[in-house]
């Protein structure tokens, strides 16, 4: 197939899959496209979930989408969406890093909220699935189609009363102190975001067990404390106070915690959207291995799915997961481009607030931005990346027929990194003295496009192209 016909079926698509045809930027051009412009236009289609929920509507525009007033949402109540969030060691005390958004849920008939969760789902109706994935369905639609409230202060009660098991939680115990409420010293933005470190008191004395937060230069331990956004029942969290020295494991979570198949839109829609949220394979026995055999762990969870879609994934990590802090990508960072940019500013944020810890960097093949930034990170921080270990998916996954850019990693020793195909590749390895190499694992990497070309000598496999087109298509297609 020859890339103007390639092209070509990519205009074609939102016609044959019943989607609203999109507005062409440019007449598309009969001319061959060179590799190195398929790998920007492969990374720019397909990175992780967030790409499926882009430009989602906020504030009045949702109030337009719904047909409601500003006197409609009088009434309803103020919800909180409060991330769980970490805490550095400083010269004054502990910082707590606190972050989320406020918000109102309007009422919305099922009617429109079923015709709202069509516009999500590829070749499929909402009635047509079943029970449990219509709910869920429903649920997220109504998450999304909130309106963000701006200009409100404010405040988190931070408790100590968070049930841990050190035996199995990466050594978290329950803050012996730091019972207190802190009102954030900024208002919310217009998109209802909030975020400020906040120092807490109580974090020296005598005796810890009289009440003192122990200071994070004379333990391993992570603290744990609660959260709670004051004026409403809906906003707790858990904010992990993690010392200066340990172990922190940085995990994307689309197709390397759980099953998405972000390669097929279809499915990766129906699978965020519908579908109960899956493991992938013995994933969750891997991370219950390394938390349950190194009591200075600190999991934390990013991913740059918009805030609106993340109490899924919060739900889903701490059912399956060890418990740990969490980014997402805040509505301030609304549209494709940023979504790199934020992901790069999460990921910097952590390591410069833990200079002296180790790092582990989880993540698949599938995901441009991680294929990128997590070999950045080793350049940019040498002496604190322990381990760089990426699923990848192809090899597992036959309909995943996306190209990888691994071209980032020449250079980086191979035993600093790994491309594995099972969870049970990782098994055995002592990630925490940055054992990070299976050799029997065989790697075939050379630096560069992996697995695809459209070179105009190369004949291009039906599938890859198939699937190029998919991912564009859902790109240019669900737009709201």
């Not at 992938?280 to 600190?298: E, K, L, Q």
């Not at 509505?331 to 582990?360: G, H, W, Y």
């Not at 250079?411 to 055995?428: A, E, K, T």
């Not at 070179?455 to 859902?474: E, K, M, N, Y």
Request: charged share 15%; glycine share 8%.
């Amino acid at each position: 197939m020859s890339p103007p016909s390639q092209l070509a079926l990519l205009w074609a698509l939102p016609a044959v899959l019943g989607l609203p045809n999109p507005t062409p930027l440019a007449t598309p051009t009969p001319s061959p496209v060179e590799q190195r412009d398929v790998a920007s236009l492969v990374g720019s289609a397909v990175s992780d979930v967030g790409r499926f929920f882009q430009d989602l509507p906020t504030g009045s525009a949702v109030e337009k989408a719904l047909g409601i007033s500003d006197s409609d949402l009088a009434a309803e109540p103020t919800q909180v969406l409060n991330l769980p969030s970490y805490g550095n060691w400083t010269d004054d005390g502990w910082n707590v890093l606190v972050h989320g958004n406020v918000y109102k849920v309007p009422d919305v008939a099922q009617s429109k909220l079923d015709a709202l969760a069509d516009v999500f789902l590829i070749g499929t109706d909402i009635k047509d699935l079943p029970p449990a994935q219509q709910n869920q369905a429903r649920n997220l639609t109504a998450s999304i189609y909130v309106v963000q409230q701006s200009e409100v202060n404010v405040t988190i009660t931070f408790v100590n009363d968070v049930d841990v098991d050190p035996q199995s939680d990466g050594g978290a115990v329950n803050a012996a102190g730091g019972a207190q409420s802190i009102r954030l010293p900024d208002e919310t933005t217009s998109q209802g975001d909030f975020g400020a470190w906040l120092l807490l008191a109580n974090t020296t004395g005598p005796d810890p067990k009289g009440g003192y937060l122990v200071p994070g230069n004379v333990t391993d331990r992570v603290q744990t404390l609660n959260m709670h956004a004051n004026g409403t029942d809906t906003g707790n969290a858990t904010a992990y106070l993690v010392p200066p020295k340990g172990v922190t494991v940085i995990s994307d979570i689309d197709d390397i915690l759980r099953i998405t198949k972000i390669w097929d839109p279809k499915e990766g829609l129906l699978n965020s959207f519908a579908r109960p949220f899956t493991p992938w394979m013995n994933m969750p026995g891997i991370y219950s291995d390394w938390s349950r055999t190194n009591r200075d762990f600190h999991f934390h969870y990013l991913t740059t799915t918009p805030e609106q879609a993340t109490r899924n994934y919060m739900e889903f990590i701490f059912a399956n997961y060890p418990i740990g802090s969490f980014d997402t990508r805040p509505l301030n960072f609304s549209d494709v481009s940023a979504t790199i940019s934020i992901r790069k500013f999460l990921l910097d944020r952590i390591f410069q607030s833990f200079p002296e810890r180790k790092f582990i960097l989880v993540g698949d093949t599938s995901n441009s931005d991680v294929m990128r930034a997590y070999p950045q990170l080793n350049k940019d921080y040498p002496d604190n990346v322990l381990c760089i270990l990426l699923r990848n998916s192809s090899s597992t996954d036959s309909t995943d027929h996306f190209p990888y850019d691994t071209s980032h990693f020449e250079g980086i020793p191979q035993s600093q990194y790994m491309f594995f195909n099972v969870p049970d590749d990782l098994r055995g390895l002592d990630v925490a003295k940055g054992e990070c190499y299976n050799a029997t694992v065989p790697q075939n990497v050379t630096f560069g496009l992996q697995g695809f070309s459209l070179d105009s000598g190369t004949d291009v496999p039906r599938p890859s192209v198939w699937g190029l087109v998919l991912g564009l298509g859902v790109v240019f297609g669900l737009v709201l």
